[in-house]
């Protein structure tokens, strides 16, 4: 990723569909047996853990003109909702919701509403930064209640709507549940998912993140 970065290249669009082994051997390790049976069931590992990125079709030079949206739904990073403008962070917001993706077995973020994608932001992250709201373009605007705070859940679409946010943990919690207590990996989401990109790290600072060297 900081490869593309240092061309001034955004991919825009990381998720897990667009993330590919190099190699597609693997080994077999025995798992548990079935109850019913002396059949052992097994597992496929990987022989190697090399990855590669594919489909650049909406690969950007940060010197382009950038469209308005970018970034599959579940992946998609405030600023493009907020239409704030987007650059390189957007790609390290969408690697934030992949990790955790990968931790929990489910899309972090699974709304297809903008409304509903921001309330569950903050039910998982906290509050919207004021800053934020208060630039958000005129198209953003309808989801706040005076400019101040999110328009939630008075301005949600349905009872199913509010009920799929509040079923939603905090961060840390989210991720305790799954591979248990990693103040490391907790500490990496939150600085992947900082609302204001211009806080969040660069692919470089990312990889030098002291939960990549724990497990190195």
């Known amino acids: 990723m900081y490869n593309m970065h240092d061309l001034h290249l955004i991919h825009t669009d990381l998720k897990p569909e667009n993330i590919l082994l190099v190699s597609s051997e693997y080994i077999k390790l025995p798992g548990c047996k079935r109850v019913s049976s002396d059949e052992t069931q097994f597992r496929c590992l990987p022989k190697s853990s090399a990855i590669k990125l594919i489909d650049f079709g909406s690969t950007a030079f940060d010197n382009e003109n950038h469209s308005s949206i970018v970034s599959t739904r579940h992946y998609r990073a405030p600023e493009v909702i907020l239409g704030l403008g987007w650059s390189y962070p957007c790609d390290l917001w969408s690697i934030g919701c992949i990790l955790v993706e990968l931790c929990s077995g489910k899309a972090l973020f699974q709304t297809h509403e903008n409304l509903e994608h921001l309330a569950m932001m903050e039910r998982v992250l906290g509050p919207i930064p004021g800053h934020m709201i208060q630039s958000a373009d005129q198209n953003a605007e309808k989801y706040f209640k005076r400019g101040l705070r999110l328009n939630w859940p008075e301005g ?47 692919a470089r600072q990312a990889l030098d993140h002291s939960f990549f060297k724990s497990i190195a």
Do not use: C, N, W
Request: positive net charge; glycine residues 2%.
């Open 156 to 202: 949600a679409v349905s009872r199913e709507s509010i009920r799929a946010v509040k079923k939603l943990d905090r961060l840390k919690d989210m991720v305790s549940q799954h591979v248990g207590f990693s103040r490391l990996l907790t500490d990496l989401l939150y600085d992947l998912l900082k609302y204001d990109p211009s806080e969040r790290p660069t």
